[in-house]
């Protein structure tokens, strides 16, 4: 297999990072959900304040992956962490190792910033991703369920406390 290297992305790849994303939703069968622009990327990764990062996996210098993530925050640790929003690995580079190696990046740098956690989600019909998950040693928090408000939902709660 030729090179693999991990880095931070830069704003040039703000067109495969969105590119990416979007074939991401199509695989989740949620390519409805996936409005985001490459400005709406670009604004959140590099603008100030920045709200996610992403690293980019390459193959012999071709984009093969990315891993963007977000900053939380455990008050059980007292530590920040990290949330993996989103993984995608493009099928022709898959089964290489490629997502284990970012999230092995992605623990180093978590652990290199004092945090104690990574975190994601991951779709239960996703058995492939989920057995790279528990090779890894990931635990799943089958007692917690993930909620979430947006959209109509989000606006007529935000309305109600004003």
């Given at each position: 297999?030729?090179h693999l290297?991990i880095?931070?992305?830069?704003?040039?790849?703000?067109p495969t990072?969105?590119r990416?994303?979007?074939a991401?939703?199509?695989f989740e069968?949620?390519?409805?959900?996936?409005?985001?622009?490459e400005?709406d990327?670009h604004?959140?990764?590099?603008?100030?304040?920045?709200r996610?990062?992403?690293l980019v996996?390459?193959?012999?210098?071709?984009?093969?992956?990315?891993?963007?993530?977000?900053?939380?925050?455990?008050?059980?640790?007292?530590?920040?962490?990290?949330?993996l929003?989103?993984?995608?690995?493009e099928?022709q580079?898959r089964?290489?190792?490629?997502?284990?190696?970012?999230?092995a990046?992605?623990?180093?740098?978590?652990l290199?910033?004092?945090?104690?956690r990574l975190?994601?989600?991951?779709?239960?019909?996703n058995?492939p991703?989920?057995?790279t998950?528990?090779?890894?040693?990931?635990q799943?928090?089958?007692?917690w369920?993930?909620?979430?408000?947006?959209?109509?939902?989000?606006k007529?709660?935000?309305?109600?406390?004003?």
């Amino acid at each position: 297999m030729p090179h693999l290297s991990i880095r931070e992305a830069t704003p040039a790849d703000i067109p495969t990072i969105a590119r990416f994303v979007r074939a991401l939703a199509e695989f989740e069968k949620l390519a409805h959900e996936a409005v985001g622009t490459e400005p709406d990327f670009h604004a959140a990764i590099f603008g100030s304040p920045q709200r996610a990062g992403c690293l980019v996996a390459e193959v012999g210098g071709e984009p093969a992956a990315i891993a963007l993530y977000h900053w939380t925050f455990s008050t059980f640790l007292a530590k920040p962490g990290r949330w993996l929003e989103d993984l995608w690995v493009e099928p022709q580079f898959r089964r290489r190792g490629i997502a284990k190696a970012l999230f092995a990046r992605l623990a180093t740098d978590t652990l290199a910033e004092g945090g104690g956690r990574l975190a994601w989600n991951v779709l239960d019909w996703n058995t492939p991703a989920i057995a790279t998950y528990d090779a890894m040693g990931a635990q799943a928090l089958k007692e917690w369920i993930t909620r979430r408000l947006s959209g109509d939902a989000l606006k007529s709660l935000a309305v109600e406390a004003t």
